[in-house]
């Protein structure tokens, strides 16, 4: 019973996580598309990038291992030592916060003082918010072990709303401030979150005092003490851990941020630049976290269930490797006539979407052709995403662990051609960088599933080639925008936007009527499954009638 109430919350606090991510990306969507016409794509390139990456580094350094140490069997460790070790994040916290402030200030370039004044505030300020949000993580531990799933969604949202809402007001109202208005919305936001969750557990601790579950008792609680008796500080088995999670960390910051880190540390683009390609990224990369990353993570879970893990085609079950092979071909015939619809149309619509968006910042420079060949990396994100999900169902733990290997390789190459491409190309040599890698990674897979299927009667990469009909349909489709760009769009005025706008759309249900009519396999699957969950759903509802039906019986036999 107690695992299943676990699941459920685990569940429920995934949804709420999801959600959250979502609503993050919508508003920061939002947020950047009307601030965009109020700053410049510098004041773009120095806050995203360069103070972003010393307030996420301090954070990594200062406490993530120890967030996670600390969460791993959280119930069966003391938690008073736990809290007593999760408050040297604060110490350490100071000493990275300073260390990293001088090099952020003396080490690295700093911008222009007439294009970004304010400089030094600004390192300091965002250095500062981080230390700052290391005085809650008692808190936020209570909250993620406990499963207080919707304080942190609301917490986090509250984070998220002091920062933008104070962004706004400032940059609007009082723009002469430049890069003190962001300083004053990171800290704000950061003090926030550290004051709603101490309002919170003190008001918990005082009015919920007989729940035996929560094992802070008193405010005091909250801080470190020592243990009675002759228990030590802290726990060294937790000590140890962290220190395992924070060498295992090291790879995870390197390939999360290390676009960043070439671009600060190498100094390859100048801060507009820097600016620009961040707003790119981020535009770009909003296909894959909606549109591909629930395709990935159902399909993982699917493969997870049905294969054998570390067993040959052999050894699996007859049925359910069937099932698998149509399913693995029909996500990759999915993802990749999205990817290409992306990659078709996006070349032709680049322009006009970041004109829309942020006005002549974006469109006017390196923003279109930025954008296009993003698009390119998006067909690749879906293609290795759909494949590494079934590699890492099928590898054994082994396998997993040699793959883990190359990963640091892929890293190592994608890091060091970021480098070089950049310099010779600008900008677009980072897209092309995160290309090479994706490349590698799925020609590793592909020789893994190629393998896996080897004197088997199922080809379920097939699915990576789309039908004849359909490349044509998107071949015409693209000389057809791209000859509307050119001629129609972008200069000539908004009827003109309008027409090359219903152009594409033409095309679009062109492709689209062509997929539904020579994708007959992908069209029957997608069939077969939508009614198959209408008839769960239909099932259900019966049985719930049936029930209700049963207990109103019983209901009338009690009352007569």
């Known amino acids: 019973m107690a695992s299943n109430k676990l699941l459920a919350s685990a569940t429920k606090q995934a949804s709420y996580n999801m959600v959250f991510q979502v609503a993050f990306r919508v508003m920061t969507f939002l947020l950047n598309a009307f601030l965009l016409r109020y700053i410049s794509k510098e004041m773009v390139g120095v806050v995203n990038v360069r103070l972003t990456l010393l307030y996420t580094t301090i954070i990594f350094v200062s406490h993530e291992a120890f967030r996670r140490a600390c969460l791993s069997g959280g119930d069966r460790h003391n938690w008073r030592q736990t809290v007593n070790l999760i408050w040297c994040t604060v110490p350490l916290g100071l000493v990275c916060t300073g260390v990293f402030t001088a090099v952020w200030l003396y080490l690295l370039e700093r911008p222009d003082p007439e294009t970004i ?17 290391l005085f809650a993580d008692q808190l936020w531990l209570m909250t993620q072990a406990l499963l207080f799933v919707r304080l942190k969604v609301v917490i986090d949202s509250l984070w998220i709303a002091v920062r933008c809402v104070t962004t706004v007001i400032l940059v609007v109202y009082f723009p002469h401030l430049g890069l003190i208005a962001f300083s004053i919305a990171q800290v704000m936001g950061s003090v926030a ?28 609680d909250f801080f470190p003490t020592w243990p009675t008796g ?65 395709i990935e993570d159902g399909g993982y879970l699917f ?41 078709v149309f996006g070349y032709a619509y680049s322009f006009l979407a970041l004109d829309i968006y942020a006005g002549e910042m974006l469109s006017s420079g390196s923003g279109p052709s930025l954008l296009r060949w993003y698009c390119v990396y998006v067909l690749l994100i879906a293609i290795n995403g759909t494949t590494e999900c ?107 936007r309008i027409l090359h706008i219903a152009i594409g759309a033409v095309c679009l249900l062109v492709v689209m009527a062509t997929i539904l009519l020579t994708e007959r396999d992908l069209v029957l699957f997608v069939r077969e499954q939508w009614l198959s969950r209408s008839q769960q759903r239909g099932d259900k509802s019966k049985q719930d009638q049936k029930a209700t039906n049963i207990d109103r019986q019983k209901d009338s036999k009690k009352q007569s």
């Open 117 to 133: 004044p304010h400089y030094s505030l600004g390192v300091i300020a965002f250095a500062a918010s981080a230390f700052i949000e």
């Open 303 to 343: 493969f997870g269930q049905s294969l054998k893990r570390g067993k040959p085609i052999r050894d699996q079950e007859k049925e359910s490797l069937a099932l698998v092979s149509r399913v693995l071909q029909s996500l990759l015939k999915v993802v990749v006539l999205i990817g290409l619809i992306i990659l």
């Open 193 to 220: 979150l550290v004051l709603a969750y101490y309002a919170y557990f003190t008001h918990y601790v005082r009015t919920a005092s007989a729940d035996d579950s929560f094992p802070l008792k008193t405010i005091r």
């Open 390 to 496: 079934f590699v890492f169902a099928a590898m054994s733990q082994e396998e997993v662990d040699r793959y883990n290997k190359k990963m640091l390789v892929f890293s190592v190459l994608f890091l060091t051609s970021a480098v070089y491409l950049t310099r010779w190309l600008g900008s677009v040599g980072f897209i092309f960088a995160n290309c090479l890698n994706m490349l590698a990674r799925i020609v590793h897979s592909l020789y893994f599933i190629l393998g896996y299927y080897r004197d088997s009667q199922w080809s379920p990469l097939s699915g990576l080639v789309p039908s004849g009909w359909v490349s044509a349909v998107l071949v015409m489709s693209w000389v057809v925008t791209s000859s509307s760009e050119m001629m129609l769009c972008c200069d000539q005025g908004l009827p003109y």
């Open 230 to 294: 002759k228990k030590p500080w802290t726990s060294p088995e937790l000590a140890r851990l962290t220190w395992s999670f924070f060498k295992q960390g090291i790879l995870k910051q390197l390939l999360t941020e290390g676009e960043r880190y070439v671009m600060t540390i190498f100094d390859v683009l100048s801060f507009g630049d820097q600016g620009v390609y961040d707003i790119i990224n981020n535009l770009g990369s909003m296909a894959a976290r909606f549109i591909f990353l629930p």
